[in-house]
């Protein structure tokens, strides 16, 4: 995947802020983006995007899961003496609410404060600037929208526009290629607050049942997984464990890629930091496996309880492109890769009888 391409995407999507049933402007530029690039794309009635690339007949569709939201505030109505009362929604501990952060309210990138926290769940003041208009919806945390330094990228939610980022070069780069494929880019929306974008795809029947469905994340940075060394096939988060022979697809081709290509890397982890999106499609029945790339500041979070900029490596987000790309052109080639393992110990077990006995 070439770097500066896919710079090139993450950063027009980084500079759209966007918090859970606030995703307009994200979702803006990417219908933007694939109509640039003729890509056939649909808005479903939740408001979920639908991205397809099919340039052959008869292949099992290939899924490509991501949302567009992040933790954010979402207003609730004003109060008395100008301050907004807001609700936070998303997984960002009570110690980094401090009276005084900056904030920024939209539409209209309106700069405001932080104010004291509210009876109820996660409720607070926020107090502009200057005089909002039009009317706030929802507020994010001032921090840079995109910045590249050191070869990472920093921004304020790359948790998960990364992933969005991904899906989108991935079906460009097949496209550009003329590859074979059947793949289905899922874009969906508030899956901060319980993957309710997630769950509405998955119950509506608009993805086909056969389909294996690849959840992309951003995961917070935990042993072994390293930043720096290739994406994550992911094998499990918090809640689940994903399925075993869509997992060893995605390393089958991953080793490929890694004997062929050799700055390739790969790592395989349980990402026990958060669930994501994969949980959803497999309970509802859908054959899941996923990808993440190491995520600093998850959420947010920075040392000293203090609000940060998040930032991932340009060179593994590049790295899951790239996997999900050779995964779409291998699809023939599933049970064959996923084979091999059982073919394996078949041999090895007529081993052991002929030693054994």
Known sequence: MNHRAFSRIAERLLRCPAAPYHETAVRAEVEKICAEHGLVFKRDVFG????????????RPFVLAAHMDHPGFEILRRLPNQPWRTRFLGGVPDSYFKKGVPLRLMPGAVPAKL??????????????????????????????????????????????????????ATIIALKHSRARVNVIGVISRAEEVGFHGALAVAASRQ???????????????????KMG????????????????????????????????????????????????????YQEFGFQTGAVCVPLGNYHNCGPQNKIAAEYVSLADACAMADLLAAAARRMPDYARLTGRLPARLRQMLREAKHKLL
């Open 48 to 59: 979920n995007v639908l991205v397809r690339l099919q340039t052959t007949r008869h292949r």
């Open 229 to 280: 060394r290739g994406v994550v096939i992911r094998t499990g988060d918090r809640a689940s464990i994903f399925d075993s022979a869509a997992t060893r697809f995605l390393a089958e081709v991953a080793a490929e890629l890694g004997r062929r290509d050799r700055p390739f890397q790969f790592q395989r982890a349980l990402m026990y930091g958060g669930t994501c999106e994969g949980t959803a």
């Open 115 to 168: 104010g004291k926290r509210l009876p109820g769940a996660k409720e607070f003041e926020i107090h502009p600037l200057n005089p909002p208009v039009p009317p706030p919806r929802f507020a994010v945390w001032e921090l840079p929208d995109f910045a590249f330094r050191h070869g990472h990228i920093h921004a304020r939610a790359c948790d998960y526009l990364i992933g969005v980022a991904a899906i989108l």
């Open 207 to 225: 993805l086909p049942k056969d389909a294996l469905v690849i959840s992309l994340e951003t995961s917070r940075e935990l042993p072994p997984a």
